[in-house]
């Protein structure tokens, strides 16, 4: 006499998770210099220096009633401006702290969004693969249908043709996650106003707003030139889903915010039905001590130096050895073609050898494995050998 | 093109949160002198030193990858284990660190549990007048039918035949809260047994076990000689739903758990489909800084000097005066008797005097009001004499 679909929430455990808690229990037989354990997207960069200072001042410092008291539910008004200032001051965008509701990080976030734009049991959210696999638990938690949209694996960028065909007059939203995980891949200009384009077209075929709920928790993790356009900028019927959780390497701290710009097709209704899908999952309000800890320090930058020496080293390395990949512009992921065309067969090759890399499958894209490069760098440097040994042997 | 009813829970605002921005919005005519709100149930004494010092101590001196790094998803083995020996030493009871899920506070606590316990579309969860206004959004929220049983208004215990009369075939559990939210009672030890022993005889009956869910946020906010029964002793299929809040005054910061006892019918699956509720909503782990300051701070206990305080000079005055109220034993509540036997009338004669009380109809006690005394103690000598005016009106 439970509810049997959580139950089984709770008992199956992630292809990830599954992989990790293995290299766990291996570390503890071979010793840790022994198993190279690439599976989890934990930033392994601490948190910038000025976080850990701001939240010694104002544990110090401030009244502490209000530092730990109840916020309003969408979050301190102080918080809320100083995030809808620095969007218009990075992105030109027009952001009212009315606009922003601070979240339990993206995860919250997202099922949020998702549960105000499911506006019957029959909606559909399309998402592209490869994708982060919890889009369909946090989807269908909601009380939506979970469609995807197969990869374009040439470029990673949009596959528009079997998008289109998979939109109906039930799509309520299109989730995009750019950079991406697990790809790396940054989706360009050119794919944005396609996209903005199609959504555009199909929203006047259907008689209603197909929106887009932009996640993205990977915003500063880019590499090069590269520039992540701002999907507001180029699509009206933008939700932006964003955490701090790898921008400022606080994952356990849950802190992000759901944007709804005004030029929403009705934002405020959005906004509002994205605050009461909170209230109802009894999100009473973000973490009050990190939401002033954001404000304080909304401005600073990811540390990016460990990322970039890693990245090079994977990328340079194991496209020498002839492994081919997704082109890793942004995230601290590789996305890497199977040399023997299966991820899953791969991923068990490498686990033999104590490599721990995520089989695509459960991204959408079963030909690939995830690699994350959040890890040491000895670790990348004790794979190698491995990763060079397998794609001789594939 | 929204979700209907997640736009009509954010639009509404609840009594006591309209009565709070009233109130701030008279102090900022009048003078915050001149207003005496006794609307929210904000800690109105600041979180003791030692989880002030444990934050400072942790962000100065430990790994900041780890501090602010994911935990699994039910919470860090240390504090589970924490959490789990300081039930044991406190109520002799034998839980162990996989019983406990740490959660964004009890609101979370309470909608997971809900959530899992929701067999069918067809499930019900009773809660016993006067109760959190809360309960019916979280209960609604998670899928089930709400149920309110009418109060005992002679000792705010719980009328056993009522009770009865409203279990079915699809009860799937009953809400308790006790220390009690509005009404400041402490359910006694007879009335625990009586519950113990309906709900038992019922489980029999309806062949399924009926949970009880135990919110007890105020458990630690007693005066005088009062115990508080620690239900699982006394009924099985018991789950605990505890929050930080108000014991440690962090509000804001969303931290408490969930502890599925062993002695639970399939405690194991319930525990599974709580985790999977919460995977569900986006709850990815609890606030990761908090939960190693609750680990160092199992042991401090509130400073309850302020509230007896003010318990006593409202109490001794308005009894004097000539008002009755509820036996408040626990919390921080004060549960009126409307001398007109009006709670919406009475509290709008009180909003005219700039005296702020909650109409007790949202708690399912029309003829009462609620009055928080988490306030300044001079607020309370400031409307002592409207009270004193306000029954002479009556």
Avoid: W
């Amino acid at each position: 006499m439970i509810n049997q679909k959580n139950y089984g929430l709770g008992t199956a455990r992630s292809a990830i998770r599954e992989l990790f808690e293995y290299g766990k229990k291996q570390a503890s037989i071979l010793g840790a210099d022994k198993v190279f354990d690439f599976s989890l997207g934990n930033p392994s960069t601490p948190a910038p220096k000025a976080v850990d200072e701001a939240i010694a001042d104002i544990v110090k410092n401030s009244d502490p009633i209000a530092v730990h008291g109840y916020t309003s539910a969408p979050g301190s008004i102080e918080t809320r401006t100083a995030i809808a200032d620095s969007i218009n001051r990075r992105f030109g965008m027009d952001a009212k702290a009315d606009e922003i509701y601070i979240t339990c990080g993206a995860a919250a976030a997202l099922c949020c969004t998702l549960s105000a734009l499911t506006f019957s049991s029959e909606a559909e959210i399309i998402a592209i693969a490869p994708f982060f696999p919890e889009y369909r638990v946090f989807t269908e938690g909601a009380g939506a249908k979970f469609k995807v949209v197969d990869a374009d694996t040439v470029g990673f960028q949009i596959d528009f043709e079997k998008l289109e065909a998979s939109i109906t007059d039930n799509t309520a939203g299109v989730i995009i996650n750019s950079p991406n995980n697990p790809s790396g891949v940054v989706y360009s200009e050119d794919t944005i106003r396609k996209l903005a384009d199609l959504l555009d077209r199909k929203s006047k075929e259907t008689n209603h707003p197909i929106y887009i709920i932009c996640d993205e928790p990977y915003r500063e993790l880019v590499y090069g030139d590269i520039e992540v356009p701002y999907v507001p900028k180029y699509y009206d019927n933008t939700v932006v889903c964003y955490s701090y959780s790898k921008s400022l390497s606080l994952p356990g701290e849950r802190i992000g915010y759901i944007y709804v710009p005004s030029s929403c097709e009705d934002a405020k209704a959005v906004y509002a039905a994205a605050a009461g899908a909170g209230r109802a999952m009894g999100y009473v309000c973000a973490p009050s001590l990190l939401q002033t800890v954001i404000a304080r320090c909304i401005d600073v930058q990811p540390d990016l130096t460990d990322y970039k020496i890693n990245r090079k080293l994977l990328l340079d390395n194991l496209t020498s050895y002839g492994y081919k990949c997704a082109a890793p512009d942004g995230a601290f992921y590789l996305f890497l073609k199977a040399p023997n065309g299966d991820g899953n067969a791969f991923s068990e090759m490498a686990k033999k050898k104590n490599v721990l890399v995520v089989p695509g499958e459960s991204f959408g894209c079963k030909d690939y494995v995830r690699i994350s490069y959040c890890v040491a760098t000895e670790t990348i440097k004790g794979a190698l050998p491995y990763f060079k040994e397998l794609i001789e042997e594939c």
